[in-house]
T-cell receptor
Framework: GESVGLHLPTLSVQEGDNSIINCAYS??????FIWYKQESGKGPQFIID?????DKRQGQRVTVLLNKTVKHLSLQIAATQPGDSAVYFC????????????FGAGTQVVVTP | GAGVSQSPSNKVTEKGKDVELRCDPI?????LYWYRQSLGQGLEFLIY????????KSGLPSDRFSAERTGGSVSTLTIQRTQQEDSAVYLC??????????????FGPGTRLTVL
């Protein structure tokens, strides 16, 4: 079936550099997208979300970009810090069931000194 | 304020036994969700509640899984006759509802279930 997927399972980033995590989705009916960060042994933590009527949204040190033409979602983290080391998940609401999020497999981000 | 809490944090059970997992959502959040996360995997949707009703149960893996929510607050996920493949972290989330618009889901720490 249609699904959310991530291009890179592991991303190694040097401290201070910018990180870019990519996500492809295939369901054109999806109208809400969200990025979560999950540290070991903890539940996912909200980072930022975006609705399909937008193509960019900025938060503190993070930016989400949505390209509906190619069904691509990305998360940019500025000046990556050691505390950013975690697994990052993108998720989409499929539009066919209110509240149901479909998660991608996740990308492990490792920040090196 | 308190976040989403789940209990127990860890549960070890023998194959064939029943287990109950509890979720206390954030006060005032009318929507509640259950997910399952296997080791190193993404989250698998199980069920969600709007108030006390469950409009979407499509993610429940089998009829051994059931969930209920009472008083629009606490929810329990019950797994009957547990199997080893049920071993996973069970995550609960809640969210507020504003005019039916999707909103951020706040997650609890999860319950790690191990079936021996």
């Amino acid at each position: 079936g249609e699904s959310v997927g991530l291009h890179l399972p592991t991303l190694s980033v040097q401290e201070g550099d910018n990180s870019i995590i990519n996500c492809a989705y295939s369901n054109s009916a999806s109208d809400y997208f969200i990025w979560y960060k999950q540290e070991s042994g903890k539940g996912p933590q909200f980072i930022i979300d975006i609705r399909s009527n937008m193509d960019k949204r900025q938060g503190q040190r993070v930016t989400v970009l949505l390209n509906k033409t190619v069904k691509h979602l990305s998360l940019q983290i500025a000046a990556t810090q050691p505390g950013d080391s975690a697994v990052y998940f993108c998720a989409e609401n499929l539009g066919d069931s209110w509240g149901k999020l479909q998660f991608g497999a996740g990308t492990q981000v490792v920040v090196t000194p | 304020g308190a976040g989403v809490s789940q209990s127990p944090s860890n549960k070890v059970t023998e194959k064939g036994k029943d287990v109950e997992l509890r979720c206390d959502p954030i006060s005032g959040h009318t929507a509640l969700y259950w997910y399952r996360q296997s080791l190193g995997q993404g989250l698998e949707f199980l069920i969600y509640f709007q108030g006390n009703s469950a409009p979407d149960k499509s993610g429940l893996p089998s009829d051994r899984f059931s969930a209920e929510r009472t008083g629009g607050s606490v929810s329990t996920l019950t797994i009957q006759r547990t199997q080893q493949e049920d071993s996973a972290v069970y995550l609960c989330a809640s969210s507020p509802v504003y005019s039916g618009v999707y909103n951020e889901q706040f997650f609890g720490p999860g319950t790690r279930l191990t079936v021996l």
